[in-house]
């Protein structure tokens, strides 16, 4: 993220951690932060009065799900249960519930890649 705002031009303040970096955006010490999307979402849900994310996201990163490899089961339990929650609708209420109180519009799921 520091090598991707430099880069557009922006002043940087490095700092320890994100959760300094967010006590710095809430007392005005910096205009403003960068990181994973989901994080600031959450931040702005958290303090809808005082913060916003706005913009394009800079970069498009994956996520994923970890499970040991002895149990490889275990990838297309996830992957359904997954499919599952999209299906009944699980999806767009739980965004709504947590990441949309920041103001963001819930986005469709993401592909799931096929298990080994």
Same mark, same amino acid.
């Given at each position: #993220?520091?090598?991707? *705002?430099?880069? /557009?031009?922006?002043? *940087? *303040? @490095?700092?320890? $951690?994100?959760?300094?970096?967010? /006590?710095? %955006? +809430?007392?005005?010490?910096?205009? #403003? ?14 303090? &809808? ?7 394009? =996201? ?6 994923? *799900? ?5 149990? =490889? ?5 996830? %992957?359904?249960?997954?499919?599952? #929650? ?5 999806? #767009?209420? $739980?965004?709504? @519930?947590? +990441?949309?109180? $920041?103001?963001?519009?819930?986005? =469709? &799921? ?7």
């Amino acid at each position: #993220a520091l090598k991707n *705002v430099k880069a /557009k031009g922006a002043r *940087v *303040v @490095a700092v320890t $951690s994100t959760r300094d970096c967010l /006590k710095r %955006v +809430l007392d005005g010490t910096v205009p #403003a932060m960068t990181g994973d999307g989901g994080a600031l979402l959450g931040y702005a849900a958290q303090n &809808p009065r005082k913060l916003a994310v706005v913009g394009q =996201p800079m970069t498009r990163e994956r996520y994923g *799900v970890g499970y040991p490899k002895k149990h =490889p089961e275990l990838c297309q339990f996830i %992957v359904d249960t997954l499919m599952n #929650a999209e299906q009944q609708g699980l999806w #767009a209420k $739980s965004f709504q @519930a947590t +990441l949309g109180k $920041s103001g963001a519009k819930t986005p =469709p &799921p993401p592909d799931m890649d096929e298990c080994p």
